[in-house]
């Protein structure tokens, strides 16, 4: 694991952990991983959330679910994942 990820990981693993209750691994892009970048992979993100009862269709946005279920800071966690 090179510096950036380690660095990704320890910025953010705890905070995600404690609103979401999942370890974030699972959701890194592994395809940038290779590459030594952390990239949060918000279409495996999408579909775990869909798993757990998210539904477009009634919940609207994934954004407005998430700050709905879980919180406002937990929308801008994610919102900072993806632009990280």
Not at 33 to 39: H, I
């Amino acid at each position: 694991m090179n510096e950036q990820v380690a660095a990704y990981l320890k910025k953010y693993s705890k905070r995600f952990r404690a609103v979401f209750n999942l370890p974030l691994g699972p959701f890194l892009n592994d395809m940038m991983l290779t590459v030594g970048m952390p990239d949060f992979d918000i279409i495996r993100f999408d579909a775990h959330m869909v798993r757990w009862g998210y539904d477009i269709t009634k919940d609207g946005s994934l954004a407005d679910y998430i700050a709905k279920k879980y919180s406002p800071e937990a929308k801008i966690l994610v919102d900072e994942l993806i632009k990280a």
